[in-house]
């Protein structure tokens, strides 16, 4: 017989225990697994980091491998992943077994530790002394005539020598890549975003041909190689796209994060990429900027200077006083003891 006991009965009393003993074990694992679901939250990258070093690190690694090219002669520096540094980004454009020339070129400074990039852009056609040519010519024309002496390492070399003297600033990397690298590469990330907010047009008799739609949400592979491409309006404006094209990939793939597209993106790079950075390097370096609290910030600028002819051919001539102005501008973002807060933002254009 049960009794009563303040209007419950004992068995009832057994059950409402139950209960909430069962409800309260619910409570404890929702508790756990919001927990554990706050945790991968709030620690996804180190969970990221953890799975690439664990999964994929050995692999890119031995992509990365068949990327590198150091330069002859040149001293190979064990850098800390942490300091500031210079790379001489250069998209090539080469089709083919045809000598390819240096279509973007880009002296950019790296700062780790603050996550942080300064793009200072070339315009290609640029007047120059050409290092070990023994004569001036476009900047661009570097590459194919390294790539002529030393079919490998002499492209970059030539063209580093060159910026370098032509801004009076040491350069400690250089990266290239083929344009024609880029189409896979965009396409594996599901396409890229671009600033096109009207059609673009290539229709001059001696250009290749094509259309560009504006307003798209994403562009496909050839699509963005076209716009970098194109050039029927100012050298000026090709190289800002090209600038523009570069952040935005950066953007995407920091955007994407799919770490299973890694292998597939390093098959691509291929031949299409080289680099006298070591791949371990390559790694930690991505994993200490990946790491940061907030994605990379690009900061751009463009030498200034104003279109000439000389011998019937055009030329980009480079204001000295700018040259000065990114000597200033550089060497400030190069030192380590620069506060992020003290860092000298590049002035507009003119």
């Known amino acids: ?42 620690f996804r990258k180190q969970l990221a ?16 491998n068949e990327s ?7 001293e ?18 080469q089709r083919n077994d045809e000598i390819g020339r240096a279509d973007t070129i880009i002296y950019a400074i790296v700062r780790p530790l603050d996550n942080k990039i300064l793009f200072v852009s070339i315009p290609r056609d640029t007047y120059a002394d050409i290092v070990g040519h023994g004569s001036a010519d476009k900047l661009n024309h570097a590459y194919a005539f390294g790539s002529v002496k030393d079919n490998r390492a002499g492209g970059p070399q030539m063209t580093m020598a060159t910026v370098s003297k032509l801004l009076e600033q040491d350069i400690d990397h250089y990266a290239t890549i083929n344009f024609e ?10 396409g890229v975003k671009l600033p096109i907010y009207e059609d673009i047009v290539n229709k001059a008799v001696v250009h290749d041909k094509f259309h560009i739609k504006a307003n798209k949400p994403l562009y496909n592979g050839l699509e963005a190689l076209n716009y970098v491409r194109y050039r029927e ?7 800002e796209r090209q600038r523009i094209f570069l952040k935005a990939l950066m953007d995407r793939a920091i955007e994407v994060q799919q770490i299973s597209k890694i292998t597939a993106l390093m098959d691509i790079m291929g031949s299409n990429f080289t ?6 390097y390559i790694i930690e370096l991505a994993k200490t900027m990946f790491q940061a609290e907030s994605p990379p910030t690009i900061s751009s600028y463009m030498l200034h200077g104003e279109g000439k002819r000389m011998d019937n051919v055009w030329y980009y001539i480079p204001e000295e006083e700018d040259i000065q102005y990114i000597k200033t501008l550089t060497k400030e973002w190069l030192n380590p003891l620069t506060a992020p807060a003290e860092l000298l933002i590049p002035r507009l254009y003119k």
């Open 181 to 190: 690298g880029f189409k896979d590469v965009v396409n594996t990330m599901g």
């Open 275 to 280: 680099t006298d950075m070591k791949p371990r």
């Open 49 to 64: 980091v953890f799975t690439f070093d664990v999964l994929m690190s050995g692999v890119v690694e031995n992509k990365l």
């Open 76 to 93: 190979e520096i064990d850098r800390n992943t942490t300091e500031p540094f210079s790379v001489l980004l250069l998209g090539v454009d």
């Open 1 to 42: 017989m049960q009794t009563e006991q303040h209007g419950v009965t004992k068995g009832q009393k057994k059950q409402l225990t139950t209960k909430t003993k069962r409800w309260g074990g619910t409570f404890i694992w929702l508790g756990l697994a919001a927990l554990l679901m706050l945790s991968v939250f709030v």
């Open 233 to 239: 309006d100012s050298d000026m404006n090709r190289t």
């Open 68 to 74: 590198y090219m150091p330069i002859e002669g040149r």
